[in-house]
T-cell receptor
Framework: NAGVMQNPRHLVRRRGQEARLRCSPM?????VYWYRQLPEEGLKFMVY????????ESGMPKERFSAEFPKEGPSILRIQQVVRGDSAAYFC????????????FGPGTRLTVL | GENVEQHPSTLSVQEGDSAVIKCTYS??????FPWYKQELGKRPQLIID?????GEKKDQRIAVTLNKTAKHFSLHITETQPEDSAVYFC?????????????FGQGTTLQVKP
């Protein structure tokens, strides 16, 4: 019974590089949410996706950030030209249905920008 | 948009005592209220949730109460144990978007002293 998988678990990038974070939802789940957690803070919603569709990206910065959830393969959160302020833990969560359904979190990717 | 306030930010109790954490929210359309426990460096784990058609829910030592009129809900942990020490987050489903995205409180660091 594999839970939500994320990789890599730790990612170090220099300023200006690109970061790609992957999330594989639980089996049977087709709804993926990405959240960001700054050090010693709560989780902030970034984007909600279903297969091949972005449903809500209201929490995602307009520039440098993008997300996708292709028909085959994991969901990907991409950050271009990273800056120090992007250093955070990025968690994805999945649910079976979207609205008010239980969300299960992955272990997170801890991004450090040097 | 939805605003979630969580109190207290830190809570220290003696082993065996009870702990109570409260959250208030602003959007009366919200209808799903989960609580997550996060240990240092780990993923948020769902410990209990409640939906708006229920006023109280209990699971062994953990209970959640919901007052929709006053727009607040609380987590109650009885007979606390050292392994209950962690950061606890309340969350509220965003009622205005109906996408299931969660708005999180700021977190409560619970310390249970043996």
């Amino acid at each position: 019974n594999a839970g939500v998988m994320q990789n890599p678990r730790h990612l170090v990038r220099r300023r200006g590089q690109e970061a790609r974070l992957r999330c594989s939802p639980m089996k049977g789940h087709s709804h993926v949410y990405w959240y960001r957690q700054l050090p010693e803070e709560g989780l902030k919603f970034m984007v909600y996706l279903q297969k091949e569709n972005i449903i809500d990206e209201s929490g995602m910065p307009k520039e440098r950030f993008s997300a996708e959830f292709p028909k085959e393969g994991p969901s990907i959160l991409r950050i271009q030209q990273v800056v120090r302020g992007d250093s955070a833990a990025y968690f994805c969560a999945s649910s079976r249905t979207g609205w008010s359904d239980t969300q299960y979190f992955g272990p997170g990717t801890r991004l450090t920008v040097l | 948009g939805e605003n979630v306030e969580q109190h207290p930010s830190t809570l220290s109790v003696q082993e065996g005592d009870s702990a109570v954490i409260k959250c208030t929210y602003s959007d009366s359309a919200s209808n799903y209220f989960p609580w997550y426990k996060q240990e240092l460096g780990k993923r948020p784990q769902l410990i209990i949730d409640i939906r708006s058609n229920v006023g109280e829910k209990k699971d062994q030592r953990i209970a959640v109460t919901l007052n929709k009129t006053a727009k607040h809900f609380s987590l109650h942990i009885t007979e606390t144990q050292p392994e209950d020490s962690a950061v606890y987050f309340c969350a509220v489903s965003d009622g205005s978007s109906n996408t299931g995205k969660l708005i999180f409180g700021q977190g409560t660091t619970l310390q249970v002293k043996p």
